[in-house]
């Protein structure tokens, strides 16, 4: 293994095995989103580079971001779009990504450690492995002449002609347990009269009844999927109508040529697509390395760095091995390459803060990493390699395509996941058996279906963003209705009802953003309250002092919560923080700790009016949610949440000119969500950086 990192090094005349990317302290990380601890700050600045890094004249200054690792889930969807789809996912051991801001894409929070390194050779061996895997046995045929029938005859150039009602018995064998393929080829005798019914059976079992229609000379062939065990098996062929009349020519028979049994492909099989030449074809191995290396490089290999990687190949042939493990070998060192590990950009000029524009390889990463959390594809290198892409009308025109690709799913899944705290609808939430019974792995996970759902609708519908908080539609299966108070759907799988008339709106009222946002065995108006000012306004509560109390007693021997909250606000340590959280948290104490309505806090009346930090009086969180989703602070938060995404740093002064723009297109747009991602991705910060003084 270290001879193979230590030839991996060599591309790159570095290893960075063991040594931290990072240049955020311990405290620029936090917590997975939704597990924060009651009354915690936020995160502390240091994602990215401080406010006078840029030197004196800052209006000019477009920052830059540190070498950026690939997380867990850009890893695994990268593997997936470079090796055409194969269905793994080796990150999925990987530590836990850092977070910093609210994310796990943040470049200057990715750490790399020697364990990561070597999860990486292994992840890049199975990987490798699997893609190369053969097919699952050969396919098998057995000719209709030699297996012979219960009736009939052969004839027709190698048809067994079932004369009258009869069968056809073909033994076959399954190498490995798996889904296979059955086909039989067959016709109909010409001429009048009804088609030949045809029965097949597996084992005994019937699989299908179908009339034949091909002829001798255009034979039809049946196909069906079967599951087999490894072993001999029996498909037996029937024919089941024969009919005979000489007076009016009719005749019908059933005539069979074979039977095919196709074995399931191996865990890869795409090996014929990493491999488009065949051995000793002049220029092959070049041509397949190069061909690889650049896709997972994302950009042109230089013909040093190409001769270097095909080396491994020849080394392993002169060592015995084949010409495909030889390939195996270099694709392995190219996987492990930090060209494919981190996402790297460089700066002609290291030492110059004068911005440059990113090269179109760069920004082809940039914005597949944005959208997709994967590589570019390979209408981005087409225009990176034409030196076309670092246009602002080219940018807008693939963000529109982009975003119509069903790999956009990932900022849903990734950026709003986090944002909006669905992925924290996880194992680790666990709520007190006995306060909520209802509440349990199933429901949990219907909740995080619905969020899912909501935020997908409005992404792909090009929809307002606001309508994800705002709007009066959500999407339940029967037991999430009856969970809310809703007539029944009528099915365990989702659809989308109204919520005109309820007491729920949007994403704020859902049961699965309730359940995070509170304790096992309470409602948390802290919780959430903290959650409305940073997620959605990106207002910073203050600190809570060092022995703040985040638990909460759930009984009322206290009074209710609105009263517990106004005698801890009487602490001056306590009040400037709280005086933000606690109204818009209050709004939400119609919904328990995991979301179901109620009308009493215990013994008490509740009271869910107040005012939001930026003003405006609302009676409950249904009209606490429409003021913020017309607030100017709304589209500038959301402006800035995407942008601190998209780049991978923290936000700097300099960047609030960019976001202010943004924000403002953003809300008259009608907060479409393509409008704020064309503004910010052909703004000057996301297609340009600079270096860094010494």
């Keep these: 293994m270290r001879g193979i990192i230590a030839a991996c090094c060599l591309l790159v005349g570095g290893c960075y095995s063991g040594v931290s990317t990072s240049?955020?302290?311990?405290?620029?990380?936090?917590?997975t989103p939704g597990a924060e601890g009651e009354g915690e700050g936020g995160d502390t600045d240091g994602g990215?580079?401080?406010e006078d890094s840029g030197g004196e004249d800052a209006e000019v200054d477009v920052g830059?971001?540190?070498?950026?690792?690939l997380n867990r889930a850009e890893y695994n969807n990268t593997i997936r779009d470079l090796f055409y789809g194969l269905d793994v996912s080796p990150a999925d051991v990987f530590p836990a990504d850092d977070h910093s801001f609210g994310f796990d894409n943040i470049a200057d929070a990715l750490n790399t450690t020697?364990?990561?390194?070597?999860?990486?050779e292994r992840a890049a061996e199975q990987v490798l492995d699997e893609a190369f895997a053969a097919p699952a046995g050969e396919p098998m045929r057995v000719e209709a002449e030699t297996a012979g029938g219960?009736?009939?005859a052969e004839c027709c150039g190698g048809f067994w002609n079932l004369t009258t009602n009869g069968t056809i018995?073909?033994?076959?064998?399954?190498?490995?347990?798996?889904?296979y393929a059955l086909i039989v080829r067959a016709a109909g005798q010409d001429g009048p009269g009804p088609a030949p019914n045809m029965v097949v059976t597996l084992d005994g079992a019937e699989q299908l009844a179908v009339d034949v229609i091909g002829t001798v000379d255009a034979p039809e062939d049946v196909e069906l999927d079967v599951s087999l065990t490894a072993g001999a098996h029996v498909v037996t062929v029937e024919f089941t109508n024969d009919t005979y009349d000489p007076d009016a020519g009719i005749d019908t028979n059933l005539l069979v040529d074979y039977v095919d049994l196709i074995p399931p492909a191996g865990e890869g099989g795409v090996r014929d697509q990493l491999v488009a030449c065949a051995q000793g074809e002049p220029g092959c191995t070049d041509e397949t390395v190069r061909t690889f290396a650049e896709r997972a490089w994302r950009r042109p290999l230089t013909d040093e760095e190409l001769a270097e990687l095909v080396a491994f190949v020849e080394f392993a042939q002169d060592d015995g091995e084949t010409w495909d493990e030889g390939l195996k070998l270099a694709m392995k060192a190219a996987l492990l390459s930090p060209h494919f590990i981190f996402r790297v950009e460089i700066d002609p000029e290291p030492q110059s803060l004068e911005p440059h524009l990113v090269s179109d390889f760069e920004l082809a990463s940039r914005l597949s990493y944005f959208l997709w959390s994967s590589m570019p594809d390979d209408a981005l290198f087409e225009l990176a390699r034409a030196g076309e892409l670092n246009d602002p009308d080219a940018i807008a025109q693939q963000v529109e395509r982009m975003l119509a690709d069903p790999k956009a799913s990932a900022l849903a899944e990734n950026f709003a996941g986090q944002w909006l705290y669905t992925r924290a609808l996880n194992e680790e939430l666990v709520k007190d058996s006995q306060t909520y019974p209802d509440f349990d792995t199933a429901l949990r996970e219907d909740m995080r279906t619905e969020m899912e759902l909501l935020i997908a609708a409005v992404i792909e519908?090009?929809?307002?963003l606001d309508e994800l908080f705002n709007g009066r539609e959500t999407f339940v299966n029967d037991r999430l209705a009856a969970f809310y108070g809703l007539p029944p759907v009528g099915t365990d799988d989702f659809v989308r009802v109204s919520l005109e008339g309820t007491n729920r709106k949007g994403l704020l009222t859902t049961g699965g953003l309730m359940s995070v946002l509170a304790h096992p065995n309470v409602t948390s108006p802290i919780k959430r309250g903290k959650w409305v000012v940073e997620q959605l306004l990106c207002i910073e509560p203050p600190p809570p002092p060092p022995d703040a109390e985040t638990t909460v007693d759930p009984s009322f021997d206290e009074g209710p919560m609105r009263d517990r909250l106004a005698k801890h606000r009487e602490d001056p340590s306590c009040a400037a923080c709280h005086e933000l959280m606690d109204p818009p948290g209050l709004a939400f104490e119609h919904y328990d700790g995991i979301g179901a309505w109620r009308d009493m806090e215990g013994p008490y009346e509740?009271?869910?009016?107040?005012?939001?930090?930026?003003g405006g009086d609302f009676a409950d969180a249904l009209e606490m949610v429409d003021l913020i989703a017309s607030s100017e602070e709304f589209s500038h938060c959301v402006a800035e949440k995407v942008l601190l995404y998209g780049l991978g740093r923290g936000i700097e002064k300099y960047d609030e000119d960019i976001i202010g723009e943004a924000a403002d297109a953003f809300s008259a747009s009608g907060y479409q969500l393509q409008t704020l991602i064309t503004q910010l991705a052909t703004s000057d910060n996301f297609r340009m950086r600079r270096g860094e003084a010494e």
């Design 23 to 31: 240049q955020a302290s311990d405290s620029d990380t936090d917590t």
């Design 48 to 50: 990215g580079d401080s």
């Design 64 to 69: 830059r971001v540190t070498l950026h690792r």
């Design 114 to 120: 020697p364990l990561l390194v070597e999860l990486y």
């Design 150 to 152: 219960s009736a009939g």
């Design 169 to 179: 018995d073909f033994a076959v064998d399954a190498e490995v347990d798996g889904d």
């Design 461 to 464: 519908e090009g929809r307002g």
């Design 606 to 614: 509740i009271d869910p009016s107040g005012t939001l930090p930026i």
